[in-house]
């Protein structure tokens, strides 16, 4: 069992940036790919990027593309987030799975609990 923790969400100023992490408990922490995905109030989830097991291939969802920079080392996975705007505020939710990267979240087996990342104007 995979089990996800993110951190680094808060409050800020349009704009600004903010780095979200997620810590991954398990030991074959390199043998998964990692993505984030986001959740606004009353909407979907959205996919935000995602990275393949050895960290080469990166892909981004169109909504964020520029702003964002997935990266990842031996037992966490990063999220840089820049310019942030204000419909940037969501539910931002790390993602685990056996595989290639998917920006299909429904292809992912494990979750974190998300932290919340809101951007005022």
């Known amino acids: 069992q995979v089990q996800l923790a993110e951190s680094g969400g808060g409050l800020v100023q349009a704009g600004g940036s903010l780095r979200l992490s997620c810590a991954a408990s398990e030991r074959t922490f390199s043998s998964l790919a990692m993505g984030w995905f986001r959740q606004a109030p009353g909407k979907e989830r959205e996919f935000a990027a995602a990275?393949?097991?050895?960290?080469?291939v990166r892909r981004y969802g169109d909504s964020m593309k520029g702003r964002l920079t997935i990266s990842r080392d031996r037992a966490t996975v990063y999220l840089q987030l820049n310019s942030l705007k204000p419909e940037d505020t969501a539910v931002y939710y790390c993602?685990?799975?056996?595989?290639?990267?998917?920006?299909?979240?429904?292809?992912?087996?494990?979750w974190g609990q998300g932290t919340q990342v809101t951007v005022s104007s």
């Open positions: 993602a685990a799975r056996d595989g290639v990267t998917s920006s299909s979240a429904p292809l992912y087996t494990y």
């Open positions: 990275i393949s097991r050895d960290g080469n």
